[in-house]
């Protein structure tokens, strides 16, 4: 789904941030050190978003490079679905952010659905795990795995939190215009499937 340049422009800042992380020979460090910043050079060329941006965006981490995770939740009311309005571009979205350091997954989805939604939630069902290009989302500087976890209510009242300005529930056929940096059409529908259908296979890739 992603353009191919993106794609080599993350490839090739995945390769120089391994080989910054392990090198010791000066010389190598400097090569990498060059794809680095090619990297943010193609990046800032194709975005037209200034190289010293690009870079403390895209070429900030160090250590062997891995994907990041983002992990949604999925809770339905009267058959419909849980969204919030992200302050960010005015949009919805399915509750949820990046993976906390020291928290599982199912943590993670119970903790961002009270802080964004005001509900509190038990995790229940896998939904998916999908990797982010694969998938009609905006173009993006990093590699993500997006887990989608059904969640039911257990307690809690609607209330907006520090990131969202509105809570809402809408069915399949009602949707709201989607913040598709998060979650697209798609990806709705099929948390719907395993509304309508409690043994839907878990999605993957």
Same mark, same amino acid.
């Given at each position: ?8 422009? %993350? ?9 910054? *992380? ?39 981490? *160090?250590g062997y490079a891995t994907p ?11 058959? %419909? ?22 928290? *599982? ?12 939604s005001g509900f509190d939630v ?21 590699h993500v795995y997006k887990i ?44 719907? %499937? ?12």
């Amino acid at each position: 789904m992603e353009p191919k340049w993106l794609e080599w422009a %993350k490839q090739l800042q995945s390769i120089a941030q391994v080989g910054l *992380t392990y090198s010791k020979d000066v010389f190598d460090l400097e090569r990498f050190e060059l794809i680095r910043n090619i990297s943010v050079e193609m990046m800032s060329q194709q975005t037209e978003i200034d190289k010293t941006v690009i870079k403390d965006l895209f070429a900030n981490e *160090t250590g062997y490079a891995t994907p990041k995770v983002d992990i949604r939740s999925v809770v339905f009311k009267d058959n %419909k679905i849980l969204m919030v309005r992200e302050n960010t571009d005015g949009d919805w979205s399915l509750p949820g952010g990046w993976g906390d350091i020291g928290l *599982t997954p199912s943590e993670v989805a119970v903790k961002e659905t009270k802080e964004e939604s005001g509900f509190d939630v038990k995790a229940v069902k896998l939904i998916g795990i999908l990797d982010k290009k694969c998938h009609p989302h905006p173009p993006s500087p990093y590699h993500v795995y997006k887990i989608f976890i059904q969640c039911e209510i257990i307690g809690g009242q609607p209330k907006e939190g520090i990131e969202t300005s509105a809570v809402e529930f809408f069915a399949e056929n009602e949707l709201p215009s989607l913040s598709v940096a998060r979650n697209t059409k798609s990806q709705i529908q099929l948390a719907f %499937k395993h509304l309508y259908n409690s043994q839907e296979a878990i999605y993957f890739d």
